[in-house]
Structure formats: structure tokens, C-alpha cells
């Protein structure tokens, strides 16, 4: 079973930076590809970026490419988002998500089994 806990949300002015972070319990953290999505309001959970177990493979939405930055340290059980550039487009809420014993990195969100509670962004001046 795997846990996952994101925190480094908030307000962040346009073209400002922020590094979101997702502490994951339990030993199947090293084994799991892990994503980032994303849901403003009145729209569907997006995907956002993706990693696999050992972080050699990463693939990212278009919106966010250039912009956007996933990476994991397993000794730490966590993974990042370094968000730059940011616009009033990324506000939404921020969901971190694991797959169960697939190390594999993946853009669908219903290949994975274990997501965290969310943490919010908003950009705005």
C-alpha cells in the first residue's frame, strides 16, 4: 500500500516558480512509475507529467513542456514538480499519483491505483 502526501501548493504570481512535493509511504514507492495531474475548477483531472521508477524516463502535457519539471529521489520516497513560467492557466488543484508494483511512467490516470489528497496552486497577480 502506498500513501501519498503533496505539499508545496499556494499563491504564485504570473511568471513565478514553485516546487511541489509528494512524500510517499511504504517500499513499493521505489517500484512505482508516479504522475502529476490536475483539475481547475469546472474542468476534468488533466494529466500533467509523468516518471518512471528509476527517473530515466519523463513525458509531459504539451501546455506544461519546457515549463514544467518532474523528478524523484527514492532514498527520500518523493517526487517533485518544479513549476516555472507559471500562468493564470495552471491554477488548479495539484494531485500526485502512484502505480502498484508498475514501474512504468504513464499519462493515463486509470493506471494508477494510489493518489494524494491534492494541494492547491493559483497564479494570479
Known amino acids: 500500500q502506498v500513501q501519498l502526501v503533496e505539499s508545496g501548493g499556494g499563491l504564485v504570481q504570473p511568471g513565478g516558480s514553485v516546487r511541489l512535493s509528494c512524500a510517499a509511504s511504504g517500499r513499493a514507492f521505489t517500484y512505482s512509475g508516479m504522475g502529476w495531474f490536475r483539475q481547475a475548477p469546472g474542468k476534468e483531472r488533466e494529466f500533467v507529467a509523468t516518471i518512471d521508477w528509476n527517473g530515466g524516463i519523463t513525458d509531459y502535457a504539451d501546455s506544461v513542456k519546457g515549463r514544467f519539471a518532474i523528478s524523484r529521489d527514492n532514498a527520500k520516497n518523493t517526487v517533485y514538480l518544479q513549476m516555472s513560467n507559471l500562468n493564470p492557466e495552471d491554477t488548479a488543484v495539484y494531485y500526485c499519483?502512484?502505480?502498484?508494483?508498475?514501474?512504468?511512467?504513464?499519462?493515463?490516470?486509470?493506471?494508477?491505483?494510489?493518489w494524494g489528497q491534492g494541494t492547491q496552486v493559483s497564479v494570479s497577480s
Open positions: 499519483a502512484a502505480r502498484s508494483w508498475n514501474s512504468r511512467a504513464s499519462e493515463n490516470a486509470v493506471e494508477y491505483d494510489h
